[in-house]
C-alpha cells in the first residue's frame, strides 16, 4: 500500500480534470474498474456537475523574474480550480488579496479550493508571504475551466447475498498523504482480499471525487442504492500513526456500528468513538434523510483533529506503513464480524445438550474452572433462538463477536446450532 | 412586577374571603380577569367548598390589657380559618395548647392554617412565646365562617390553535413575599408580554386558591381541560435569588419538561432539576390520574428548600426585582422553544442541498473551521424528516432548542425546509 | 435448620443411589414429599439416566497394610462414580493418575465426580499425597454401578391461583455443607413457613440431584411446568456469613428479579447482584431456550467465589447458625414482594382524595414535613392507575415495595384504591 501510494501522491488531481484520469490509469493496475465519466453541467439532485479543470503550470514571478510561488514545486501552491491568469501584474498588497496562508501554522501551505466560485489564487507558507518584499509581482496561471467530464471508478465483487456493503473513498485532493489517498490504497487492497475469500455480502467499491463524486452516482444510481445497500463505510485518514477512531454512521447503532465497535473494543487496542459528524465526507450524502444509509468510518486520527490537516504536512512524512497495514487488518476483522454476523437456532432447545458425549466438555466434573469456550457454547445456545444475531449475543454478555464466530462454528458443525438466517 | 408585589404583600388572603377579592380588584388594573365565585358547600370531586373565611381583628391581651399578639401587625399572627373567639380568658398553660411556634427558627412567625376542622389559633415567634410571663391572657378573634363563596380569577390568550397552555398560579396565602405572591406577578406580567405575541398556543391563566381552588376549577371544566390542554406550569417561588430549579411534570420528560430542560441547560446560568413532587401545589390536582396533565413548574430555589419558607421571613426582604425579572425572561423563553417546536421536512431529502449558491454555505472550500450556525443547518436537514421535532433534534445532537429555532426560520424562508406539524 | 444440616452433612450422596434415599428418609420427617424414581436408562432430552451408584466402603493400603486414604473417614476420599476396584496393586506412580488433589490448597480434599465416563479414583490433600513413600499400594473400591433409579422428591402448597412458584434445591453432593445442604435445609424451613400463611401464587418444591435430576423432572412435566410456571428460585450457599449476593434470572428484569434487588437494596444490608451465570446449577435447565423461566438465586457468597468451594472445607464450619436464619428471613421478604406485588386502580382519579376526612392526613395545614407515608399514599393515588404493578411504582420513585404493600393494604381498607389484578 505505501508504494502505491508514494505513487499516487505527487499527482495534481482535483474533483474533475486529468489528474483523476492519471490516478485510475494506475489503480487500474491494481483491481479490475469500471471508469465513469459524467458530463459537466448534468444536473445532480440540487448540484451541477461544474466545468473541468486541468492546469499544466502556475506561479508568480518578482521583478527580477524569479518564481516566488511555483506550482511544479507543489501543486497545493494553486488554490484548486483556479481560473487562469495571463502574465498579470499587480502590487504586493493588491496580490495579498488572492494569497491564502495560515498565520497560526507559519511553516505550512494550505489546501484549498473554489469549485463552484471563478476566482483565482495561490497558497503558500506565512513565512513565505512576509518575506515577499514591496515591489510588482506578475501572475500566471496556465488553466483551463472548460466542458468536460467528472471521472468516477466503481469495482464490484458479488456475494452469496445481492446485499451490498458500499466501501467509498474518495481521491480528489492533490497531495494529500493521509486525508484521501491513505483511503484510496487501503480501499484498493481491501478489494484485494476481499476477492479472495468466500462473501456472504456483495460488495461495491466507489473512488469518487468527494461530494459532487457521491452525488453525481447517487443520482445515477439512486434506486439500486436505497434497494441493496446495507450499509458501508467511507475509508479515508487511515494511514497516520495516532490512535484508531471509529465514527458512527447516522443510525449510531446500526448493526455495522455495534459490530465496529465490538471489534474495536476486543482488539486490545487504544480506540475512540465519534458520532457522525454532521460536516463529513461523502457519508453526508450517502446518509441524507432519502438514502438514509448506515455508513461509518474507521480511521486512525480523525479529521480535522491531526494538525496536518489539509496542509502541505500531510505528506509522505505522516503516513507510516505500520499505521496503514493495521488499518487494514482492522478493517478486515470488522468485515468478518459483519460477514459472520449470523442468528443460529439451538436443535436442543429444551435443556442443555450433552456436550461431554460430543468431547466438548470434560467428562470429569468439577465447577472451578470453567473455561471461556464453555461460557461461549452456553452463550450461544442459550440465546440461540432464532432471533438474537451473534451481535446481539456479544453485546448482552460483552464478549467478542469474532471469538463468537468460531464457536458458533465448531456448534454448527456438531449439530448443536441451525443457521436460521442473518440480520 | 416587584411594586405589585408590595401592594399585594400585605392583604390578609385565605382560600375564601375578601382578601382574595381585595387582591382581584387590584389585579384587575393589570389584566382582564374573569372572577368566578363558586358557592360554599358546592361538590368537587372527593372535596367540599368549606364556608367563607373573614377576619377583622384578632389579638390577645395580658393582665394589663397590653396587646401581646395582634393581628394588624402581621396577618401570620392568626391561624387561617381560626373559629371566632370573644373575650375568652385562659392561664398560660391553656393558652399555650393554640399558640404554634416554630422552636428551630425562634425568631419567625410560622404561617398554618385549619380549613378543614374548626379550631382557634395564634403563630407567634418562640422568643416571643418563651418571653410570656405567667399569668391570664385573653383571647379575641373576630372572624367569621359563614356560607358564601370560593373566588377565583381567569385569563385567556387565543393563540392560532385551541390547544392550550395552563398557566397556574395561586393566591391564598396571607403576606408570603416568595411562596405565593412572587408566581402571581410574574403570572400577571406574562399575560401581557403573551398578549403582545403571535400565539400558536392559546394560553390560560388560572389565579386560584391553592388547592380546593384548582379541585373546584377542574370540577367546573373538567371536559374542556381534558380536551384542550397541552401541559402547562404552576408558577410559584420565583422570587428569591437563588438559582434556578425546574420541577418535572409527572411525565418526567414530556416535551413541555424536555424543552424547559433544554432552555435551562443553554442559559448559561446554574440551575437544578427535581421530579414531580408527591406533595406539591395545583399540579397535583392537574395531574392526578383523571386528568394527567403534564404541568412542571421553574421555580428557583425550590419549596420547602428555603428556610424561609412558610415563616415571617418569606417577606418583601426574601424577594428581589433582578430575580424576579429573570424568571420572567427565562418562562418567555420556555415558551418560545415551546411554541417553536415544529416538526419539518427537507425539501431536498436525496443529497445535501447546495449551500453556497443560497449564501448560506462559504465558497471558499476549506474543511478547518465549521461554524455552529452550518453544523445547525446540517442537523435540521438531515432530521428534518417530517417525524423529528425541533426539541428531538436538540436533543439528538446536544444543542440548544432556541438556536434551532432560529436556524430552522431561515432555512424555512430559503425554501429548503418545509413546516410540517407540531408535536 | 442448623441441626437438620448437621443430620444430613454425613451422608455419602451422589446423583443416585443410597445417599440420596436415606436423606429423603430424613426430610420426610420435615415435610410431606412425594417421591420419585426414575429408572435409569431412561432418555430425558438429550441426556440418559445413568446407572446407578453405591458405594459401601474405599480405601488404599500400603505394604504394611495401613490404610492410607480411607472412604469412611471423609466420603469425598472416593471420586464420586467411581466403578469397583478388586485388591488391586500398583507402584505410587502408577496409582497417582487415579489420585485427584489440590495443589493450590494443600490440606483440603477436593470434591469430584465422574458421572458419564467410567474410571475410578481417590480425592485426598496434596500434603497427604506428597507424604506417600514409594512402595506397592492396594486399592479397593467396594462400589456398584447398576441398573436402579434416580431419586427426587417434591412438595407442593396450593396458592389462590395455579401459577406457581419453584422453589428447587439440589441434594446430590455428599458432605458439603453450604454448596446444597444449606440449600436443601432452608427449602424444607421456607415449606413450613409458606404452609402457614394465605398464598395467592401456588408453589412448588423439588429436591433434587443437580443437573440430571432438573432435567429428567423437566423431561416428566413439560407441558405443566411450562403451563403453570410463573419464575422461582434455586436455593443453594446460603449457610455461609458473607454478605448477600442475588443472581438474576436469564430474563435479567423479571418481576422476581426486580423484587429481590428491591427488596435487598430497601434491607439495609450490604449484597452485590450478578448476572445469570451460564455455567451454573438447575436454573441453567430451567432457563434453557425450550423453557426459558426466570429462575434467580439469592445466596450468601456465590459459587464459586468461596475458597471452600467443592473441598473438605465447605464443612459445618463454614455454615452458621444466623447466617442460615437471616438468608431464610431474606427469602420470606422476597416472596412477601412478589405475593403483594399487585395492580391496584384508584378510586378517585380526578383529583387528589381527600385523606384528612378519613384521618390519613393531619388536619393542621403546613407543608413543612410531609411524613414518608404521605407520599407513599400520594405514589400509589397517583400510579394507581390499573396498569402499575407495585414493584413499578416502587422502582419509578425508588421506595421499597414492601413498605408500598403495607400502605396499600390501608387504602384498599379505606376504599381509596381497588385490586384490579396482579403482573
Redesign the interface.
Known amino acids: 500500500m505505501y508504494n502505491l501510494l508514494k505513487k499516487l501522491f505527487p499527482i495534481c488531481r482535483s474533483i474533475t480534470g486529468n489528474g483523476v484520469r492519471e490516478t485510475f490509469n494506475i489503480l487500474k493496475d491494481h483491481l479490475p474498474l469500471d471508469i465513469k465519466e459524467y458530463p459537466t453541467g448534468m444536473k445532480?439532485?440540487?448540484?451541477e456537475i461544474p466545468d473541468e479543470w486541468n492546469i499544466s503550470d502556475a506561479y508568480i514571478t518578482d521583478e527580477q523574474g524569479v518564481k516566488v510561488v511555483d506550482f511544479s514545486k507543489n501543486n497545493l501552491h494553486v488554490l484548486?480550480y483556479s481560473e487562469p491568469v495571463n502574465n498579470k501584474t499587480f502590487s504586493l498588497n493588491q496580490l495579498k488579496v488572492n494569497i491564502y496562508t495560515l498565520p497560526d501554522q507559519p511553516e505550512l501551505i494550505?489546501?484549498?479550493?473554489?469549485?463552484?466560485?471563478r476566482r483565482w489564487g495561490f497558497c503558500m507558507s506565512h513565512n513565505e508571504l512576509c518575506s515577499l518584499k514591496d515591489g510588482n509581482y506578475t501572475v500566471n496561471i496556465d488553466s483551463t475551466l472548460e466542458p468536460g467530464f467528472l471521472t468516477l471508478g466503481e469495482a464490484f465483487l458479488p456475494g452469496k447475498i445481492d446485499k451490498e456493503i458500499l466501501i467509498s473513498c474518495y481521491l480528489c485532493h492533490p497531495s494529500m498523504a493521509n486525508d484521501s489517498i491513505s483511503g484510496v490504497v487501503l480501499t484498493t487492497d481491501l478489494y484485494k482480499k476481499l476477492s479472495q475469500i468466500d462473501r456472504y455480502y456483495s460488495y461495491r467499491f466507489l473512488f469518487l471525487p468527494e461530494?459532487i463524486g457521491?452525488?453525481a452516482y447517487?443520482?445515477q444510481n439512486?434506486k439500486r442504492v436505497l434497494k441493496k445497500t446495507y450499509g458501508g463505510f467511507v475509508i479515508t485518514c487511515v494511514g497516520d500513526p495516532g490512535i484508531f477512531t471509529y465514527q458512527r454512521s447516522?443510525h449510531k447503532s446500526h448493526v455495522i456500528d455495534r459490530i465496529a465497535e465490538n471489534v474495536l473494543k476486543n482488539s486490545g487496542k487504544e480506540y475512540k468513538i465519534r458520532n457522525f459528524r454532521?460536516?463529513g465526507s461523502d457519508e453526508?450524502?450517502y446518509?441524507?434523510?432519502?438514502?438514509n444509509l448506515p455508513v461509518g468510518s474507521l480511521m486512525r486520527t480523525a479529521?480535522?483533529h491531526f494538525t496536518q490537516?489539509?496542509t502541505s504536512a500531510d505528506n509522505l512524512d505522516l503516513v507510516t506503513e505500520d499505521a496503514l497495514n493495521e488499518s487494514l487488518e482492522m478493517y478486515l476483522k470488522v468485515i468478518k464480524g459483519i460477514e459472520g454476523n449470523k442468528v443460529f437456532k439451538?436443535n436442543?432447545?429444551?435443556?442443555?445438550?450433552?456436550l461431554?458425549?460430543r468431547g466438548l466438555y470434560p467428562?470429569?466434573?468439577?465447577?472451578?474452572n470453567?473455561s471461556e469456550e464453555?461460557?461461549r457454547m452456553?452463550?450461544l445456545?442459550?440465546?440461540?433462538?432464532g432471533e438474537n444475531s451473534l451481535i446481539d449475543i456479544a453485546e448482552e454478555?460483552d464478549t467478542s463477536i469474532l471469538n463468537l464466530i468460531e464457536t458458533s462454528e465448531k456448534l454448527e458443525k456438531e449439530g448443536l446450532l441451525t443457521l436460521d438466517g442473518s440480520k
Chains 1, 2, 3 share one sequence.
Request: some cysteine; aromatic content about 22%.
Open positions: 445532480c439532485f440540487d448540484w484548486g494550505p489546501y484549498l479550493t473554489s469549485y463552484y466560485k461530494t457521491s452525488i447517487l443520482s439512486q447516522i454532521f460536516a453526508s450524502q446518509s441524507s434523510p432519502g438514502f479529521y480535522p490537516y489539509h439451538n436442543n432447545p429444551y435443556c442443555a445438550p450433552k461431554d458425549k467428562s470429569l466434573g468439577s465447577q472451578r470453567i464453555i461460557y452456553n452463550w445456545l442459550n440465546y440461540g433462538n454478555v
